[in-house]
């Protein structure tokens, strides 16, 4: 069965500076997706970034950088520069070609001023 | 900018009323998906279509809840009747349907309809 496991309710940054959030997961599929989600208070769920199983290079998306290390089976996102309105719930989710995203239990940011 | 749009945003109703969701994929997404995301549960996968066909229901309770793709611009979630254990919000997702590597298919969220059942 495949799994998402996000390990931190709650994250503090300090504006400008960078954070790291957690994600592993569990699957005995040779290819999947990992994606990364935000959520802010409004409550949409806007698509951050993606990684692919196969791919060589962590994915970048402006100040969103996957830190993908698969021996490990991890994929934490990686925000640089944290901005104010960084700060929301944030969901790592996992595709194994079923379509069928499953998601973590999310954490939630916190940016200070 | 092409959105996901989910209709109502808000929906209150009392035990037993049906409820009928709607949302519009973006235009030339062949998949769509339906979630529901409760504290208790997180975000669970009710259902999902691939070109209008539904491919998998099996997160729905299948006595109580419908969805249906009446055309390639509506999908719809219905509940009938409801129960105070529905409320939640729903969430309509579209994607491309990427064929050959599916696990690739990124996934864009409408904004949601929380639904209240009293």
């Known amino acids: 069965a495949q799994k998402i496991t996000q390990t931190q309710p709650g994250m503090f940054v300090q504006e400008k500076e960078a954070v790291t959030l957690d994600c592993t997961y569990d699957?005995?599929?040779?290819?999947?997706?990992l994606f990364w989600y935000k959520q802010p208070s409004s409550g949409e769920m806007i698509f951050l970034i993606y990684q692919g199983s196969y791919d060589q290079q962590n994915a970048t998306e402006g100040r969103y950088s996957l830190n993908f290390q698969k021996a490990r089976k991890s994929a934490n996102l990686v925000i640089s520069a944290s901005q104010l309105g960084d700060s929301a719930m944030y969901f790592c989710?996992?595709?194994?070609?079923?379509?069928?995203?499953?998601f973590g239990t999310g954490t939630r940011l916190l940016v200070s001023p | 900018d092409a959105r996901v749009t989910q209709t109502p945003r808000h929906k209150v109703t009392e035990m037993g009323q049906e409820v009928t969701m709607r949302c519009q994929p973006i235009l030339g997404h062949n998949t769509v998906f339906w979630y529901r995301q409760t504290m208790m549960q997180g975000l669970e996968l009710l259902a999902y279509?691939?070109?209008?066909?539904?491919?998998?229901d099996s997160g729905m309770p299948k006595d109580r809840f419908s969805a249906e793709m009446p055309d390639a611009t509506l999908a719809t979630l219905k509940i009938q009747p409801s129960e105070p254990r529905d409320s939640a919000v729903y969430f309509c997702a579209s994607g491309l349907g990427v064929t050959g590597t599916t696990y690739t298919d990124t996934q864009y969220f409408g904004p949601g309809t929380r639904l209240t059942v009293l």
């Open positions: 699957t005995s599929d040779p290819s999947y997706g």
């Open positions: 989710a996992m595709n194994t070609g079923f379509q069928k995203l499953v």
């Open positions: 279509f691939r070109n209008r066909a539904p491919l998998d």
